[in-house]
Nanobody, 122 residues
């Protein structure tokens, strides 16, 4: 049974920072890509970032490039999303997901966490 548990969300003022964590279990974490997605109220889920199993391939959505940093610690089965210079438009539920390849398409991921709320006030 694969489980992904996100944490680290919360309320922050614009310009602030948060670090999200996603702890994985039930799968050989180190051999799978890990992605972050988000969904704002009334909007479709969108890709945020992904990191390959080795960490050698990393991709970001244009909207977060230069502000967000994804990383992983395979020894801890955890992936992180450091979010800096947060904007009100970053407000969303953030989900981590795991899949075989580091891709943008959420349909290619087979397991998802329950999500963590990030709210950025102006």
């Amino acid at each position: 049974q694969v489980q992904l548990v996100e944490s680290g969300g919360g309320l922050v003022q614009a310009g602030g920072s948060l670090r999200l964590s996603c702890a994985a279990s039930g799968r050989t974490f180190s051999t799978y890509a890990m992605g972050w997605f988000r969904q704002a109220p009334g909007k479709e889920r969108e890709f945020v970032s992904v990191i390959s199993w080795s960490g050698n391939s990393i991709y970001y959505a244009d909207s977060v490039k230069g502000r967000f940093t994804i990383s992983r610690d395979n020894a801890k089965n955890t992936v992180y999303l450091q979010m800096n210079s947060l904007k009100p438009e970053d407000t969303a539920v953030y989900y981590c997901a795991t899949g075989k390849y580091p891709v943008v398409n959420g349909k290619m991921y087979d397991y998802w966490g329950q999500g963590t709320q990030v709210t950025v006030s102006s």
